[in-house]
């Protein structure tokens, strides 16, 4: 195997001394060709190179790719999922303020209501009240108006008796001896009509 | 002094295996690849073990990539391109998990040698050729004709396009191999000065604080391009998949 002296470096003994230098040793004794274009060499490349990138594409097509995009795909369905529930609670939130706001509402309307039924009522029954005050007032004052014009009238008929009384009475005076009382009447009456 | 910037890219034979002439050996390279392999696998998997429902700083790590890869590919070939995600994502976490193990030192970089780059370019590119002509038929090959074109010009257009999307692979693996090589021989470079001119006695000894520091500095710029390549890698096998996806420009 040829060395050259200039090859023997750092790593070459901790390498194994029985290693071949292939570059080298095609051109014994000629200057050794620069290793990457030395076609000698290329045959052990390209076959190692297939086999090793060969079955490193396919454990990552078979293995590592479906787990890290598996990984990646739980994790995305996780967030979308988190926002969801997010957003989910948040429509719920905002339909339990929207019910709390609509049963404020309806509390103030049934107040309202309440109030104005109350306020109804005491009006209806003072109207009632004020009604039966009025009907009994008005019947007091019928019998009044009532009993006064009978009073009137037998007054009135009092009138006649008492004037007749008195026709006779100034006419026996007058002439002495007793009047005719149903001329007297008749007198009363005439001048009274 | 041992410090040839070439010898790291050397490939040593481990087990040596020959079938019909051809030198199928176990190397250095082919340990490397196997030890990128494992790591990378190794780690999406226990780190996604536990599926959290809440991400531990690792787990985060393997989303984060995942999910990385997944938008990129998304943004440049639509949601169609994501049939395409097992491989995308396995040329990316392979590129940059390569490129990562590279930066140990004394371990191999299988990215700096162009025939793995090229491999992988390959598989981009005759993914985007077979899928295209399987969906879309003759109608595929629309995409060397752009729309609205004079008469006139087709002719030229079409070469263009036709020599620009050969050069695709070339463009792909060239890019990736370079950098990383550019960079292994660069923090080499730097490093053998380290050694050289500490030999040189008390004032060798300050005059390396220098190309160490160099070195060190290096080193952080390296993580930023084996990042970078994994993903310039990544986003153009995106951009010619969505080719392939949607042939009419």
């Known amino acids: 195997m040829f060395v050259t002296p200039g090859y023997a470096q750092e790593a070459a003994p901790a390498e194994g001394e029985t290693h071949t230098e292939t570059g080298a040793g095609h051109e014994a004794g000629g200057k050794p060709s620069f290793p990457p274009f030395d076609s000698s060499t290329f045959a052990s490349q390209i076959l190692w190179l297939a086999i090793t990138f060969g079955l490193f594409y396919l454990f990552l097509k078979k293995v590592v790719l479906p787990r890290i995009g598996g990984i990646l795909e739980v994790r995305r369905d996780r967030i979308a999922q988190d926002l969801d529930q997010a957003a989910l609670m948040k429509s719920e939130a905002d339909a339990a303020v929207a019910a709390y706001e609509q049963e404020l509402a309806e509390a103030k309307a049934k107040a309202n209501t309440i109030g104005q039924q109350a306020r109804d009522s005491a009006k209806a029954d003072a109207d009632v009240e004020r009604k039966k005050v009025e009907a009994a007032l008005e019947q007091k004052l019928g019998e009044a108006e009532a009993h006064i014009a009978s009073i009137k009238t037998s007054a009135m008929k009092e009138v006649g008796t008492i004037a007749e009384d008195t026709a006779a009475a100034i006419v026996q005076e007058l002439i002495g001896g007793k009047a005719d009382k149903a001329a007297v009447a008749a007198a009363v009456k005439a001048v009274r009509e | ?249």
Request: glycine share 8%; aromatic share 14%.
């Open chain 2, 1 to 249: 002094m041992a410090n040839d910037p070439i010898h790291q890219f050397h490939i040593t034979k481990w087990i040596p295996i020959e079938i019909g002439g051809l030198d199928f050996s176990f190397t250095n390279s082919s340990a490397f690849m196997v030890a990128t392999v494992a790591a990378a696998g190794l780690f999406l998997f226990l780190t996604t073990s536990s599926r959290g429902l809440i991400p531990g700083r690792l787990q985060s790590i393997s989303e984060m990539s995942y999910e990385f890869v997944a938008s990129m590919l998304r943004d440049a070939a639509g949601s169609q391109g994501m049939k395409f995600f097992p491989m995308v994502f396995s040329l990316f976490m392979f590129v940059l998990v390569a490129n990562l193990l590279g930066l140990f030192p004394y371990f191999f970089t299988i990215t700096s040698h162009i025939i793995v780059t090229f491999m992988l370019a390959l598989l981009v590119i005759g993914t985007v050729v077979v899928y295209g002509i399987m969906k879309h038929g003759f109608s595929f090959f629309k995409l060397f004709v752009p729309q609205g074109v004079p008469g006139i010009l087709v002719p030229l257009v079409v070469l263009i396009e036709v020599i620009s999307f050969l050069s695709r692979p070339i463009s792909l693996s060239v890019r990736l191999f370079a950098n990383m090589l550019a960079g292994h021989i660069t923090l080499k470079v730097f490093a053998g000065f380290v050694a050289s001119l500490s030999t040189l006695g008390a004032v060798g000894v300050a005059g390396s604080i220098l190309p160490l520091a160099m070195t060190v500095a290096i080193t952080a710029l390296e993580f930023l391009v084996a990042f970078l390549q994994a993903y310039v890698f990544a986003v153009l096998t995106c951009m010619y998949l969505n080719d392939a996806l949607h042939p009419s420009h």
